[in-house]
């Protein structure tokens, strides 16, 4: 009966609430519905993106490292073979194929390279290599940080053209081996004494070469071979009479100017350089400096700052020297007369009284000229008044480089002595 009344009930509700329909346009907008944001995935959603990240940081940090290592050593191959330097306007050279810079490999060949800086094999020529400044633009490009820097690229500007072809001069004829065995007894031939030589002229009067005519060698004791004597610089013997032969007019040494031409020589006067005095490091290392000013070491750290200051060298305080020298009426005959200039070296007896004016003269004798006038020079150089006027306003002392306390207080400058005179009085 019970079960009558609900099913009775059921009906009637199911009557009153008819059940609904879903049309066909609303299941095709629910189909095309897209899918919810990542940023609404759970936890675990976002874990495994994170993850899959990861390794392809780590590929984009390897394939980096491989590129540089790739770089590094295509630099490594591309380097001078002689400033050990990434390569700039490449070089080949033939037909040993190895590659410089072409402003190194002119240096080379400038010094007298006759051969390939690398393996020292015979060379022809240096030519410009396409690819490899190809290979080069290619890799600046990609390691700009590896090119020259600006101050480099300008000097090999300066030395090497782009394009130019190079070629290697022809080795020289290789020295034959000297022979030990003859005995030092013996005199050896000059340059100019063998009739072929290279400088175009020979020895009238050719010394024999012991290791071929030992029984017509010279000895040494015999003196001197005739017509020759000594070099003054390295000390091998020259013939008199060669062009290349000078003489120094103040010690009567001779030189070759063959073995150092720029030692073994004798120049014009007022163009010679000093022996030892390239530079102000040298005046501040000699101790003649110091003698010729009586150990006053104030007086000259006070020349050596103005000489640094005015940027003079050596050379050019020996010129005005000579040119003070040469305005005097008797020029350089009281030198002469001092016996400032001793033979050193053997040659044949010329006369010193003689009126003849000197004309050339040795670097130890140009320096033996400008340690004896640096003195005077710097009295001359103080009265141009280029000096501070602490130390143009010294006052002069009476007894002047006689003076026995100069070494104490300065050279000219005994204003502080007066004072400390007074004060003594004083006390």
């Known amino acids: 009966m019970i079960e009558d009344e609900s099913k009775a009930d059921s009906h009637s509700q199911d009557s009153e609430h008819p059940p609904t329909r879903i049309s066909s346009h609303r299941i095709t907008a629910l189909s095309l519905k897209r899918s919810a944001s990542p940023s609404f995935e759970d936890q675990n959603s976002r874990k495994r993106f994170k993850d899959s990240e990861e390794p392809m940081d780590i590929q ?13 050593d295509i630099a490594q191959e591309l380097e001078c073979g002689c400033c050990s330097e990434l390569l700039y306007k490449p070089v080949m050279v033939s037909p040993c194929q190895h590659i410089f810079c072409g402003s190194c490999c002119l240096l ?22 396409r690819p490899l400044q190809l290979v080069l633009d290619a890799l600046l490009r990609n390691a700009p940080h590896k090119a020259r820097t600006e101050r480099e690229r300008a ?23 000297p022979n030990v065995n003859i005995s030092a007894e013996y005199a050896r031939p000059c340059p100019h004494c063998s009739p072929n030589n290279v400088y175009g002229w ?7 070469d012991p290791a071929i005519d030992l029984e017509r060698a010279w000895r040494l004791d015999d003196g001197l071979p005739t017509g020759h004597a000594q070099c003054g610089n390295c000390e091998t013997f020259l013939a008199l009479r060669a062009p290349s032969t000078t003489r120094c007019d103040f010690c009567q040494t001779y030189f070759c100017g063959v073995g150092v031409p720029a030692r073994c020589s004798a120049a014009p006067i007022p163009l010679q350089q000093p022996q030892g005095y390239t530079d102000v490091g040298d005046l501040i290392q000699s101790s003649d400096v110091y003698e010729c000013f009586n150990s006053n070491t104030v007086e000259v750290e006070i020349m050596l700052d103005y000489i640094t200051a005015q940027g003079l060298s050596p050379r050019h305080i020996y010129r005005d020297i000579v040119k003070h020298i ?22 044949p007896s010329v006369d010193s009284d003689s009126s003849t004016s000197p004309h050339k003269i040795c670097r130890s004798c140009a320096c033996e000229i400008l340690i004896w006038g640096l003195k005077d020079w710097w009295i001359r150089e103080r009265k141009k008044g280029l000096l501070e006027d602490s130390i143009m306003n010294r006052q002069d002392c009476p007894e002047g480089s006689g003076c026995a306390m100069q070494s104490e207080f300065g050279l000219f400058n005994y204003g502080l002595l007066t004072l400390v005179f007074l004060l003594i009085s004083l006390l």
């Not at 030395?159 to 034959?176: A, Q």
């Not at 305005?327 to 040659?347: A, D, K, N, T």
Request: charged letters at 25%; one cysteine or more; glycine letters at 6%.
């Open 155 to 177: 000097q090999a500007d300066e030395i090497y053209t782009s394009g130019s072809t190079m070629r290697f001069p022809s080795p020289r004829e290789i020295s034959p081996e």
């Open 202 to 208: 020979s020895c009238p009067s050719p010394i024999p």
């Open 108 to 129: 080379w060949i400038r010094n007298g390279g006759t051969t390939c800086p690398a393996c020292r094999a015979i060379s022809k020529t240096a030519s410009p290599s």
């Open 326 to 347: 040469l305005e005097q009426p008797r020029q350089f005959r009281p030198l002469i007369e001092l016996e400032l200039f001793v033979v050193s070296h053997m040659g």
């Open 60 to 72: 984009c940090k390897e394939d980096v490292g491989l590129e540089s290592k790739l770089a590094d």
